[in-house]
């Protein structure tokens, strides 16, 4: 399974942005979907997921419902919505899949390049 994400960039506190991540290799309802991001000087963190059923999803605390993960099998993507963006929300956001569900970035077999977002104050 090949992942490849995209979307990022620079916006204003406030602002949205949709990140995308195209998925080959496999069949999006047989993998778990997630997304997690790594700031500056941070650990890499669990920001959202959606089982391979897609009936459910998984936001962290730290983004709530500002944020959005849905996904598109006739595109074979996963996207992330995100809004009211605030300057702690700026890192490379990664994708990623795994056949089983959690938020644990260690349990992910599969794994995008990162693509960064820069949120201004």
């Known amino acids: 399974v090949q992942l490849q994400a995209s979307g990022g960039g620079l916006v204003q506190a406030g602002g949205s942005l949709r990140l995308s991540c195209v998925v080959s290799?496999?069949?999006?309802?047989?993998?778990?979907l997630g997304w997690f991001r790594q700031g500056a000087g941070k650990e890499r963190e669990f920001v959202a997921a959606?089982?391979?059923?897609?009936?459910?999803?998984y936001n962290a605390d730290s983004v709530g419902g500002r944020f959005t993960i849905s996904r598109d099998r006739g595109k074979n993507s996963v996207y992330l919505q995100m809004n009211s963006l605030k300057p702690e929300d700026a890192a490379v956001y990664y994708c990623a899949a795994d056949g089983n569900w959690g938020a644990v970035s260690s349990k992910y077999e599969y794994w995008g390049q990162g693509t960064l977002v820069t949120v201004s104050s």
């Open positions: 290799g496999g069949s999006l309802g047989s993998v778990t």
């Open positions: 959606i089982h391979r059923s897609g009936g459910t999803t």
